[in-house]
């Protein structure tokens, strides 16, 4: 019953910024670790950015110096700032929470419907 809905894809020039917002609602006790994973057509799923409930972060080799993960703890909600976008970066992002629930024994790792990116040449 925990879920989590993205928002702020779309189409944008190579050099262009995007940020995208990822909230989660529920019956929420807690959130553990969110996260923004990247999926091109036809490939897997891989992680992009993450950040911990103390704020510690992590991102992959290829956007690093560019993305920049963030988390709103009031709002229960990560963002993410993506600069410098080039044609690589064009796949559908998903936000992903592991969280604990009311309803739920431990943790559950909940994931959006994603939203997409489109970077143009």
């Known amino acids: 019953q925990v879920q989590v809905v993205e928002s702020g894809g779309g189409l944008v020039q190579a050099g262009g910024s995007l940020r995208l917002s990822c909230a989660a609602s529920?019956?929420?006790?807690?959130?553990?670790?969110m996260g923004w994973y990247l999926q091109a057509p036809g490939k897997q799923r891989w992680l992009v950015a993450s950040?911990?409930?103390?704020?510690?972060?992590n991102y992959a080799d290829s956007v690093k110096g560019r993305f920049a993960i963030s988390r709103d703890r009031a709002k229960n909600t990560v963002y993410l700032q993506m600069n410098s976008l080039n044609p690589e970066d064009t796949a559908v992002y998903y936000c992903?929470?592991?969280?604990?629930?009311?309803?739920?024994?431990?943790?559950?790792?909940?994931w959006g419907q994603g939203t997409l990116v489109t970077v143009s040449s």
């Open positions: 950040i911990t409930s103390t704020g510690s972060t």
């Open positions: 529920g019956s929420i006790i807690s959130i553990n670790n």
């Open positions: 992903n929470a592991l969280v604990r629930s009311s309803s739920v024994a431990g943790f559950q790792e909940v």
